[in-house]
């Protein structure tokens, strides 16, 4: 691992977060290689924290690592999505906290048989978990060129799309193009008009390709309908998101929580009667300082949001 890879993004902001005055119990939902966790039980002696992950590489990384805090840390295989299930199993069904690190962790990175990253060899799998039955290749290769450009479109917001899904089919039928992660990312930058991107070409689409494998924004959708039911009042909901899809989802949650009525616009007097069961701790989204992002270039990207329970 190089040096950047071992600071948890954000990671006082998470403490300062989490600083409730009081006994708590707080789930890490994306525990990662543990290190929002270590932080977290290194700071606050009275916490106790329940991991998950659905990775059970990272998660085994993350039991040894914090195995020297006891039985305040319990690691568990499992998506945050089955949150309230697993509370549910273990008799406890709310809790003071609950962070998401929407982001990847540095093991899956690096991993060149994940083929999360476009800067390596490796197959084009992205799968998170190895329960999941599709990889991004067999994505790649079983869907039609308007549905992947249609995927790249919606959930990479890439605006040459069609461009880039057609090159990709016309090397798929051609069999140019190999199931490898950096081969695929290299047809997209020859396909594509550089002047057009300040990031690499292929950094969209594989983000869309490895939400759709991963389910992730209706996994984070799902999440952000039960937040609200398994927080104890005084409770704090603190997600870090790494890209604009996730963080509209995150912010339009946290308004509605926090102003309770949905009604529409065009409505002048509300009808729904719903009421705010959620304040915003920070009114403006959290982003790294430039010390942080020099120090971790993967913090470049993340956005924070607190919301805490009434």
């Not at 691992?1 to 409730?20: C, K, Q």
């Not at 998950?52 to 998660?59: E, M, P, T």
């Not at 990253?117 to 079983?142: I, K, V």
């Not at 989204?285 to 430039?290: D, I, K, Q, R």
Request: with cysteine; charged share 25%.
């Amino acid at each position: 691992m190089t040096t950047y890879e071992h600071l948890p993004v954000l990671g006082e902001e998470v403490l300062r977060a989490f600083d409730l005055g009081r006994e708590t119990v707080v789930v890490d939902g994306t525990l990662g290689l543990g290190g929002h966790t270590e932080l977290l039980l290194q700071r606050y002696a009275k916490m106790r924290v329940l991991g998950l992950d659905w990775d059970s590489r990272a998660l085994a990384t993350a039991r040894e690592r914090l195995q020297v805090f006891g039985d305040r840390f319990e690691g568990i295989e499992a998506n945050y999505v089955d949150l309230p299930l697993i509370l549910s199993q273990r008799g406890r069904g709310m809790v003071d906290g609950v962070l998401l690190d929407l982001g990847l962790s540095s093991m899956q990175l690096l991993d060149s048989d994940r083929g999360f990253s476009f800067l390596r060899p490796g197959p084009l799998d992205m799968r998170m978990s190895r329960s999941l039955t599709t990889t991004a290749w067999q994505l790649l290769t079983r869907s039609s060129e308007g549905e992947l450009a249609d995927m790249f479109r919606t959930y990479g917001e890439e605006p040459q799309s069609r461009k880039i899904a057609h090159a990709l089919k016309e090397n798929l039928k051609k069999k140019a193009l190999p199931n490898d992660a950096w081969q695929v990312a290299e047809t997209i930058r020859r396909t594509v008009a550089s002047p057009l991107h300040r990031i690499d070409p292929a950094t969209r689409c594989f983000q869309a390709l490895r939400i759709v494998v991963n389910q992730e924004l209706a996994n984070l959708d799902n999440s952000l309908g039960f937040i609200k039911n398994i927080l104890n009042p005084g409770g704090r909901a603190v997600i870090i998101s790494f890209h604009s899809l996730e963080d509209r989802r995150v912010k339009t949650a946290f308004q509605h929580a926090a102003k309770g009525c949905v009604c529409p616009p065009r409505i002048p007097q509300c009808v729904c009667g719903q009421t705010p069961w959620g304040k915003l701790v920070n009114r403006k989204v959290m982003v790294a300082s430039e010390a942080e992002t020099q120090a971790n270039p993967r913090a470049r990207s993340a956005k924070m949001r607190i919301l805490e329970k009434l």
